[in-house]
C-alpha cells in the first residue's frame, strides 16, 4: 500500500516512523505532530499451519519485513525528518530466540494458535482459574501466551535448560522489534502488551511470581516492562537513512494503540478494531470486573500519567472469516466477496458461525468448529457472502451486550477502525443488528496513528487538530427483524457449542 506525502511541510516538520506489524501485514508510516499520515508502506507476512490448531509465523520473516519497509519509506521521503519511532504490535505472539545471537529458536507461535489448549484444560482442572484471573485480569483460553510459552520451551531439546541458565529471551513481537531496533541493547515491553500475556499482575502492573509458577515460565526470558511512552532505546547502526540514535518512544498493542488513537482522553468511547480477529475495547479508571466472560487489560500507560485500564472482549476470527470465505467461493479476495453480499438484501435464512479457531469473547469455547446452517435450494453464493459478514457483525454485538451489561450503561454509538472497519456494508449490518449508531473512523491505520500520535506526544511535537467528519451508520431494519435475526445467530451459536461440549455450559473467562 502507498499513501502520498501529505503536504511539502512532511519533508521538513518533525515526523514519526510508525511500525504497525499485525498479523497478515506489516506497515511502516511516517505520521506527523497531527497525525496525519505523510507516507506509508506494507508487505504481507505470511502465515503456517503445521498442524491442526497450530498457527505460526517466521519471527525472520517479521523482522525482515520491518527493515525492509523502513529502508523502502525512507527512500520515497529521503529528507523526512525522523524525530523518534513508534510501534504498535499484534498482540500475544510470542517469539523465543538466543540472547547471545538474537536467532530465533522456533517459529513465532501467534494469538491465533490453539497447540496450548490441552495445558489450559489442565490449569482449569487443577482449580488455578480464579488465581490467574485475578491477577492478570485473564481467564484460561489459548489465546493468551502464557501456557504457549512453557510448551514451547519444553518442545525442543534443551530449550527449558538454556532458558533457566539465561541464554534464551522470550517476548511478544514488540519485544522482538525493540531487541532488534536496538540492536540487542534493549529487552523490553510496555504494560499494554506485558497484560496480555497472563504473567503480568495487573495491580501491581509487575510480572508476578505466583503466575509464573503456576504457568511454568521462568521470569528472567521475561522483558523489562514499561510505561508506553517510556524510552525503549535508540535505533542501533545499519538503517540507512534511519538515524542511529534515533529513539523509540512509544510501544503499544495495536488495539490499544487504536483506542488511543480515538479517545486519547480515555472519555469512555467503546472502539472495535476489526481485522484478522476483533477486539472491542473501552477504557475505564480503575480495573474492571466482568461478570459476563470479558477481559480486564491495560489499556495503556504513561511515564507521568499512571495506568489506564480498559474492559475488553476479544473476537478470534472476524475479517479473517470473510477472507475464508472468499477462498472458498472462489473469490479474489474480501472486497470481492463483500460485492457478492450486496447483491443480496439479507442471507435468506443461512447462519455461518465463523469458529474457525474456537469462539472468543464473550462465548469461550476451543473446541467449537465453524458452522453453516440454514441453507436450502434457494440458497445462492450471495447469501453465504451475506451471512459472512453477519456473521462478523453478530459477534461483535454479542460483545457489546456483554459490555453494557458489565458496565450497567448502553452504548448509543460504536466506533470502528481496522481493516474490515472501513467496509461500508459492513458498518451498515453491524448498525442493523446491534440497533446502534456506527462510526467509520475518518483515519486509516488507526493502531500506527495512535502508537505515533503517543510517541509524538512524549517528545513534544504534538498538534491535535481537528478530525475530517466520521461517516455514520445508523439502523435501517426494524427492531422485530433485528430480534429474529438475533435470536436465530443465538440458536446457532448454542448449538455450535453444544456440539464441541456436550452438555457444558459455555466456558467463563470473567475477570
Known sequence: M????????????????????????????????????????????????????????????????????????????????????????????????????????????????????????????????????????????????????????????????????????????????????????????????????????????????????????????????????????????????????????????????????????????????IGTGSSLMVSVPERPESHHALSATIAWSREDGGVRYALEGNISVSGHAAAFAAELMGLPDAQALSAVAGQVADSNGVVFVPALAGLGAPHWQTDARGTIMGMSLATRPAHLARATLEAIAHQICDVIEAMEGDLQRPFPSVTIDGGAGRNSLLAQILADLSGKEIVQAPQEESSAVGAALMAAAAIGIAKPVDRAPAQRFTPQISDGDRTNARHQWERAIAQVIEAASPGAAPASVAA
Not at 26 to 49: A, D, F, H
Not at 227 to 233: E, I, L, M, N, V
Not at 243 to 269: C, E, K, Q, Y
Request: hydrophobic letters at 45%; aromatic letters at 4%; proline letters at 7%.
Open 2 to 273: 502507498s499513501v502520498p506525502v501529505h503536504s511539502p511541510s512532511a519533508n521538513s516538520a518533525p515526523v514519526i516512523l510508525a511500525i504497525d506489524q499485525g498479523t497478515t501485514n506489516t506497515k511502516v508510516l511516517l505520521v506527523n505532530g497531527q497525525g496525519e499520515i505523510c507516507l506509508s508502506r506494507s508487505r504481507t507476512v505470511p502465515l503456517s499451519y503445521p498442524r491442526p490448531g497450530w498457527v505460526e509465523q517466521s519471527a525472520v520473516d517479521i523482522w525482515q519485513t520491518v527493515r525492509d519497509l523502513i529502508a523502502e519509506v525512507l527512500t520515497a521521503a529521503p529528507n523526512a525528518a525522523v524525530a523518534a519511532v513508534a510501534i504498535s504490535n499484534q498482540r500475544e505472539t510470542v517469539v523465543l530466540w538466543d540472547r547471545h545471537t538474537g536467532t530465533p529458536i522456533a517459529p513465532a507461535v501467534t494469538w491465533q494458535c490453539t497447540r496450548s489448549a490441552k495445558r489450559c484444560e489442565q490449569l482449569r482442572k487443577a482449580g488455578h482459574g480464579p488465581l490467574i484471573s485475578q491477577r492478570s485480569g485473564l481467564g484460561i483460553d489459548p489465546l493468551f501466551p502464557a501456557a504457549k510459552i512453557a510448551g514451547m520451551l519444553d518442545d525442543a531439546p534443551d530449550t527449558r535448560a538454556l532458558a533457566e541458565a539465561g541464554d534464551i529471551l522470550c517476548g511478544t513481537v514488540d519485544s522482538w522489534l525493540v531487541w532488534n531496533l536496538t540492536g540487542g541493547a534493549v529487552h523490553a515491553t510496555d504494560h499494554s502488551n506485558a497484560s496480555r500475556t497472563q504473567l503480568l499482575n495487573i495491580d501491581t502492573v509487575q510480572w508476578d511470581n505466583e503466575l509464573a509458577a503456576v504457568f511454568d515460565v521462568p521470569l528472567a526470558i521475561l522483558p523489562e516492562v514499561r510505561p508506553s511512552d517510556a524510552s525503549f532505546g535508540v535505533i542501533c547502526e545499519g538503517f540507512g537513512a534511519l538515524p542511529p540514535g534515533t529513539p523509540v518512544r512509544a510501544v503499544l498493542g495495536d488495539s490499544h494503540a487504536a483506542l488511543f488513537a480515538h479517545d486519547p482522553m480515555a472519555s469512555g468511547i467503546v472502539k472495535v478494531t
